[in-house]
């Protein structure tokens, strides 16, 4: 493990203070209660022109963390999701109001 200083039981999360992070409560599948989520990837399919790529759809690929028991997305990620589907809206809002068409 060249590179690594310290005991050997220090971990690395950005600049996170060193606290220990398992006295504090886990976030939880709202479905199945399970705590282990695991890896996963939505794609988002817009449209080509949006990001110069011509007319054709294209997919982007958005990581998120879904249950590693029954697949439900987490807690965490549908928050997120959730505040940008709406910060979308309202973008989509503001132009509609000032008469832009796209
Ligand atoms: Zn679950």
Redesign the pocket.
Known sequence: MAGFSGDGNSQQIGSMPNINVFGYPSVK??????EVFIPGVIFKKILGFLVGGGSDEISIPVKVAV??????ISPEDKKIIKQQEENFKKAEAAKSKSGLII
């Open positions: 599948c709202e479905e199945c209660g399970s249950c590693s028991k029954c697949g439900n």
